[in-house]
């Protein structure tokens, strides 16, 4: 169902919008859509610090609209104004010029479906300037494996095993911590984190035609995965603690 939202510009419109967002990073869903853009639009100033939530919330969205833009579609959200408090948004369906009456408050409406505002022109020029400059594509996801990587026998010299695990390079791969771990009758295995580009790093691939190959296996005698988790992107409060040290 969609969020509702109406008088941005009171205090009460304001205050429900803060108590909504105490508990979730954006409008809808789970990262930056349209529905946050509409919200975000239909603030006329940036919100007092006085609503905390709302305040994090409108310098997170501003942030990414400078930055990247948004592209989600989002769940939709209604955005409505009181009568007694503000006029009441037109949307151009034709050309015919409001009554003489609401000139006055036109400008200080918000047009979520007319042309653009020049806040709006310049935050799609910062997002083009921005896409130009970087010309790099969209960061692949990333995941987390550990590793498990037995000898041969209790005569393999460890330290060496270890050195020929670290010895693979690849693009994309990245070796972390590691320690021995007794497995019996003398004999311990290496048990080794990495984390690994998905679009770049195959697990099978690095096991069958690097781990378990000449020379690596005068050494390894097997790999066997323990654990592989995907890392989750950047929590909201930890990236507005790196964008605005909160």
């Known amino acids: 169902m969609a969020a509702s939202f109406s008088n941005l510009s009171s ?3 304001l205050q429900k919008l803060d108590e909504y967002l105490l508990t979730r990073s ?4 789970y990262q930056a859509s349209k529905d946050d853009i509409t919200v975000y639009g239909a603030l006329s100033s940036p919100p007092s ?3 905390v939530n709302v305040s994090r919330w409108y310098k997170h969205i501003d942030a990414l609209l400078k930055l990247s833009g948004v592209t989600e579609a989002g769940c939709g ?56 400059a970087s010309g790099k594509k969209k960061e692949s996801g990333k995941s987390s494996v550990l590793l498990d990587v037995k000898p041969w026998d209790d ?13 693979v390079h690849m693009e994309g791969l990245f070796w972390g911590a590691s320690k021995l771990i007794p497995v019996g009758y003398g004999i311990k295995k290496l048990q080794i984190m ?37 890392i989750c992107e950047c929590p909201f409060d930890l990236v507005d603690r790196l964008l605005y040290g909160i």
Do not use: H
């Open 26 to 29: 954006y409008i809808s869903g």
């Open 49 to 51: 610090s006085e609503y």
């Open 155 to 167: 005569e393999t010299d460890m330290k060496k095993l270890e050195e020929a695990v670290r010895g």
């Open 11 to 13: 205090p009460s419109g």
């Open 77 to 132: 959200v209604v955005v409505s104004s009181s009568a007694v408090e503000e006029a009441p948004v037109s949307p151009p369906v034709s050309d015919a010029k409001a009554p003489a009456a609401d000139d006055d408050d036109d400008d200080d409406d918000v047009d979520l479906f007319g042309e653009e505002t020049e806040e709006e022109k310049k935050a799609s020029e910062a997002r083009a300037a921005a896409a130009k």
């Open 194 to 230: 990495m984390t690994i580009v998905d679009d770049l790093v195959s697990v099978d691939t690095l096991i069958e035609e690097y781990l378990t190959v000449e020379p690596a296996n005068e050494y390894i005698q097997s790999c066997d995965i323990v654990a592989f988790n995907k």
